[in-house]
């Protein structure tokens, strides 16, 4: 570990790396994971007292939940609560979930908040529904500036709990609301949060009424700058946000199953009105009006997501100096001009739905570092190898490849000399699902700089693909292996646990020709293994205690999903 190794030596005659004052070792710390951290906190007492005190407080996360993540065995939530009480430092990151009604009303439940809630900034609570006793402790939370509330849906009609004005007037601090599934006991009393100055509200997994959305931004429209909401009608939703002449979004995502023809003029209005917007996702097709709008109405945008049939005027999206991430759903590409330079674009997403795809529009993005490639499956698509060649060659920087649904025609493109990954060499990540993959494809995979592979729907990947496999991207830490139904045996599995001395995340979902041998090269050869998902392998029979029982050894081991 280099910075280990760092403390023994001095950084000029007077002074080493353990004589730098705390402020500085804890910046130096906060490069590094979280996970690494409670392994260099016992390099020495000082380096254990600065994570402890300075780092792990406001970059760790603690989690109360009722099933321990390992053992898979159910947690005294209670004694938790009691011994993180009693801890040295107090945490920032606080995510709890409730199993029941009887433990908000425990003294350890209540003490917890007592002495922690005025130290939390971020916390985040998944429950039935917010009950009284929960939001008894909401007064000890002042200082709280993030709330996620992830609930069952509640009843519009059921009662409101008497201290919600207690609870919600509390939140002095409160800058950011996430709501999970309608919290119904937070949106009916919305009004007491009007001491607060929201500034991003997201509202996920359900769909909003107007009525509903906007007593929230009548309170908090001039200091809002995040929106994540769905409604039943973009039109509507749109018509909205454009009456509100403070409102200055930088970040806004909206989604409806709206028809363009009748929220596209809504829309180009509020390009007019929100010229500084930073980030925008559309999820509901946009008319080609409104996507040609996008460069002269909203010059500062540094985050796109669209849905459109096409897109006919391509060289707009050039215009658009300042876009690094792109993502786009389309329905028919072959109009796009490969003459066309988007730059800017270092994350690319692109989902076509027409089966014919030009090749041109792999040409406009040269500066992609991160490329999801989307519902690429159909026969008549790859079997175009101009579309294949022009991908690999002119992507050669990628970093990330994430091929979703993604068919090769392997047995074609191989005959016709195509380059696959090897002309890919920074590649770091690849996300590869393909139904006609075989040892072939592995074997053009030399991609020293590999850190996470995920294979999907790989049927015919055998021990000699593998093999090749770990010789030529040893570097791998996480690997996911999906839906082989014979041809990843245990052998294979061995060498893997064997070679890829840097493993630490490692699934197997659907290997059917796998045993409890397995779980043995498992246990016998990674002891770097910090999180292990094994589920639908149906040929290991071993029971669930008898698993955690082996993988106990497994001392790095810090979650375990075992089906």
Not at 97 to 124: C, D, W, Y
Not at 248 to 262: H, I, M, T, V
């Amino acid at each position: 570990m280099p910075i280990v190794e760092s403390c023994h030596r001095r950084a000029d005659d007077t002074m080493e790396l353990s004589d730098l004052p705390n402020e500085i070792l804890g910046t130096i710390f906060s490069f590094l994971p979280v996970e690494e951290l409670v392994t260099v906190s016992l390099v020495c007492t000082a380096w254990r007292d600065v994570i402890r005190t300075f780092i792990l407080p406001k970059h760790a996360t603690l989690h109360v939940r009722p099933v321990h993540p390992v053992t898979h065995q159910h947690v005294a939530m209670e004694t938790v609560l009691a011994e993180q009480s009693g801890k040295a430092f107090p945490w920032a990151n606080v995510k709890l979930t409730i199993p029941n009604e009887e433990l908000p009303r425990r003294s350890e439940f209540v003490q917890f908040f007592q002495r922690q809630g005025h130290a939390i900034k971020s916390f985040t609570v998944q429950c039935a529904e917010l009950t009284v006793d929960i939001l008894a402790v909401f007064p000890t939370l002042y200082n709280l500036e993030r709330l996620c509330v992830i609930s069952e849906s509640e009843s519009r009609y059921g009662v409101v709990p008497a201290n919600v004005e207690v609870a919600l007037r509390s939140l002095k601090a409160l800058k950011h609301l996430t709501l999970y599934l309608p919290s119904y006991t937070i949106l009916r009393s919305v009004s007491f949060l009007g001491g607060t100055k929201l500034v991003s509200l997201t509202l996920e997994r359900f769909e909003m009424e107007l009525h509903d959305l906007k007593p929230l931004l009548n309170d908090h429209y001039r200091s809002l700058r995040e929106l994540t909401v769905r409604a039943a009608e973009m039109k509507p939703l749109l018509a909205l946000l454009n009456s509100y002449d403070d409102l200055k979004l930088y970040r806004l995502n909206l989604k409806s199953a709206g028809n363009e023809d009748d929220f596209a003029d809504e829309l180009i209005r509020l390009y007019d009105r929100q010229p500084q917007l930073r980030a925008l996702t559309i999820v509901s097709e946009l008319s080609l009006r409104a996507v040609d709008a996008l460069p002269k109405k909203l010059p500062d945008l540094q985050e796109l997501e669209i849905i459109a049939e096409s897109i006919n005027n391509c060289k707009a999206l050039s215009e658009l100096r300042h876009l690094r991430r792109l993502t786009m759903c389309l329905y028919d590409v072959r109009a796009w001009d490969e003459t066309v330079q988007i730059a800017g674009v270092t994350e690319l997403s692109l989902a076509v739905t027409f089966p014919l795809i030009s090749p041109a529009i792999f040409c406009s993005f040269p500066n992609v570092h991160r490329l999801y490639l989307e519902d690429v499956d159909d026969d008549t698509l790859m079997r175009d190898i101009v579309v294949v060649r022009t991908l690999m060659e002119s992507m050669r920087g990628v970093r990330v490849l994430d091929l979703e649904n993604f068919v090769f025609k392997e047995r074609e493109i191989l005959n016709d000399g195509v380059l696959r990954f090897e002309e890919m060499e920074q590649l770091e990540g690849l996300k590869y699902s393909c139904r006609d993959m075989s040892d072939t494809s592995l074997l053009t995979m030399n991609l020293p700089y590999l850190r996470e592979l995920v294979l999907t729907h790989c049927p015919n990947v055998t021990l000699k693909g593998v093999s090749f496999l770990v010789s030529k991207c040893s570097q791998i830490e996480r690997l996911h292996l999906e839906s082989n139904k014979q041809g990843l045996e245990d052998d294979a599995l061995e060498m893997i646990t064997r070679r890829l001395t840097h493993l630490r995340r490692l699934s197997l979902v659907n290997l059917r020709a796998l045993t409890n041998a397995t779980v043995d090269a498992i246990v016998a050869n990674c002891f770097s293994l910090l999180d292990l998902t094994i589920t639908h392998c149906v040929g290991i029979t071993l029971e669930k205690a008898d698993v955690i029982e082996k993988l106990s050894v497994v001392k790095s081991l810090k979650d375990l999903i075992y089906c």
